[in-house]
T-cell receptor, first 113, second 112 residues
């Protein structure tokens, strides 16, 4: 049981480049989400999904796209990277309506230069 | 505006020196308060969920309590392995699905 797997662990991008952060879970969780963590600001919700084919925006969605074609996968796309997107990104999943708390991935540290 | 404020930002304790971490919140329609532990370079790890004032939950040396305005994470006789950042988060009735709103955390260091 791998839990939540995020790839890559580290990435450096140039301003304007695009890329996809991968997230996969093997727990059959309906809910999946992406957060970014910045010093002094806590974790902020980017996008979330309550099931395959259903996505919605969180607090800070600008510059990011998501899709959910399967229960297991929830990739996050950066359309045109900007230095303000330098951050640590976490994917999290959980069952809907059952408050066991999220299972988080180990994070992707992204630097945009 | 909803707020979750954690204090102190950082705390250094001697091994065995008990203390408490605070999470105060101003949230309309609280649907749960969560505590997580985060080790450096890793994702947060779920500890507790509290739903109503007066509720308490325990796990090893940790005990979480909840009032109408704040939550405390009590650490009894801490060990160096308890060193981590502790995050508080709330689920709000106006938020979609399982979404959480996080505080900025308390970084705990336990010195042997």
């Amino acid at each position: 049981n791998a839990g939540v797997t995020q790839t890559p662990k580290f990435q450096v991008l140039k301003t304007g480049q695009s890329m996809t952060l991968q997230c996969a879970q093997d727990m059959n969780h309906e809910y999946m989400s992406w957060y970014r963590q910045d010093p002094g600001m806590g974790l902020r919700l980017i996008h979330y999904s309550v099931g395959a084919g259903i996505t919605d925006q969180g607090e800070v969605p600008n510059g990011y796209n998501v899709s959910r074609s399967t229960t297991e996968d929830f990739p996050l796309r950066l359309l045109s990277a900007a230095p303000s997107q330098t951050s640590v990104y976490f994917c999290a999943s959980s069952y809907l309506g059952v408050d066991y708390g999220y299972t988080f991935g180990s994070g992707t540290r992204l630097t945009v230069v | 505006e909803d707020q979750v404020t954690q204090s102190p930002e950082a705390l250094r304790l001697q091994e065995g020196e008990s203390s408490s971490l605070n999470c105060s919140y101003t949230v309309s329609g609280l649907r749960g308060l969560f505590w997580y532990r985060q080790d450096p370079g890793k994702g947060p790890e779920f500890l507790f969920t509290l739903y109503s004032a007066g509720e308490e939950k325990e796990k090893e040396r940790l005990k979480a309590t909840l009032t109408k305005k704040e939550s405390f994470l009590h650490i009894t006789a801490p060990k160096p392995e308890d060193s981590a950042t502790y995050l508080c988060a709330v689920r709000r009735s106006r938020s979609g699905a399982n979404n959480l709103f996080f505080g900025t955390g308390t970084r705990l260091t336990v010195i042997p």
